[in-house]
């Protein structure tokens, strides 16, 4: 079932012709070759938020999950969750909440996630601060990590409460990349085409 969503969104994200940006992440467990998620960016144009979904499974029932990008994409088959770097900051804030603007958060400061009573994360966010078109603020290229613990938004009074959120170590990551170069194209059959984009404008709308 999880395994057909992916596959369901992977393909119309592959089939769209239209001018958006798309990036995957597939997620493995820290310094394993283990995969448990896979995690969809999707930007339909330069002025759009980005759409975040995706899938994490393996982890303990009813868990919160710090959820962040980190600066550094892991290279040559790195696995080392560590050696993405600290969270993606390029104008120097400390850390904050997802909700948070763009003067009170890292641009990679996602916030927390939630396993549900199966360990499963079901991820579905939209976010105005990291970007796919904006190479200042692009994801693109770089490492989504999930975290041991709660990301406490800064406000938990630790030590590296304004740094990372106390989140604890990193417990799975993977690399962003971009699957799609903006484009426009009449190869498919229109009737796919068409039912695949109303499928996609349903997902995200
Ligand atoms: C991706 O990022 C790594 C380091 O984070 C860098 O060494 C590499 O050149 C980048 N690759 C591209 C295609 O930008
Ligand atoms: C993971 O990477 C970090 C930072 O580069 C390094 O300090 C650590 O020793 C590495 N861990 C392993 C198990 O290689
Ligand atoms: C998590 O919940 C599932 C279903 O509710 C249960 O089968 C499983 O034993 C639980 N796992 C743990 C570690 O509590
Ligand atoms: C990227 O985003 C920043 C912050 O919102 C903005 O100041 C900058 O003009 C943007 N760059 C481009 C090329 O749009
Ligand atoms: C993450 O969840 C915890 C509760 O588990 C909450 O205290 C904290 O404020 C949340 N952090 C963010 C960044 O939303
Ligand atoms: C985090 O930064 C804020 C603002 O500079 C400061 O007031 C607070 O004491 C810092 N928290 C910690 C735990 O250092
Ligand atoms: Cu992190
Ligand atoms: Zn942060």
Same mark, same amino acid.
């Given at each position: 079932m999880k395994f057909l969503l992916v596959c369901i969104l992977i393909f119309s994200l592959v089939q769209i012709g239209h001018s958006a940006l798309t990036a995957t992440a597939n997620i493995h467990v820290d310094s394993t070759s283990v995969a448990i998620g896979t995690v969809l960016f999707h930007q339909r144009d330069a002025n759009s938020p980005v759409r975040v979904v995706g899938i994490i499974d393996g &982890? *303990? $029932? $009813?868990t919160v999950h710090g959820f962040h990008v980190h600066r550094d994409a892991l290279m040559n088959?790195? &696995? $080392?969750?560590? #050696? #993405? @770097?600290?969270? !993606?900051n390029p104008y120097s804030t400390l850390h904050g909440p997802r909700e948070a603007d763009l003067g009170h958060r890292h641009v990679g400061d996602l916030g927390n996630l939630t396993a549900n009573d199966n360990g499963i994360i079901i991820i579905e966010l939209t976010d105005s %601060? %990291?970007? &796919?078109?904006n190479a200042t603020r692009s994801v693109a290229n770089r490492t989504i990590v999930l975290h041991a613990m709660r990301d +406490?938004?800064? *406000? @938990?009074? !630790?030590? +590296?409460s304004n740094t990372t959120? +106390? #989140? @604890?170590?990193? %417990?799975a990551c993977g690399v962003i990349s971009l #699957?799609? %170069?903006?484009s426009d194209t009449n190869s498919q059959s229109p009737k796919i085409s068409t039912m695949v984009t109303d499928f996609f404008r349903k997902l995200f709308p």
């Open positions: &982890l *303990k $029932n $009813n088959g790195e &696995l $080392n969750c560590t #050696a #993405a @770097g600290p969270h !993606f %601060i %990291i970007d &796919l078109y +406490d938004g800064g *406000k @938990g009074g !630790f030590p +590296d959120g +106390d #989140a @604890g170590p990193r %417990i #699957a799609m %170069i903006e």
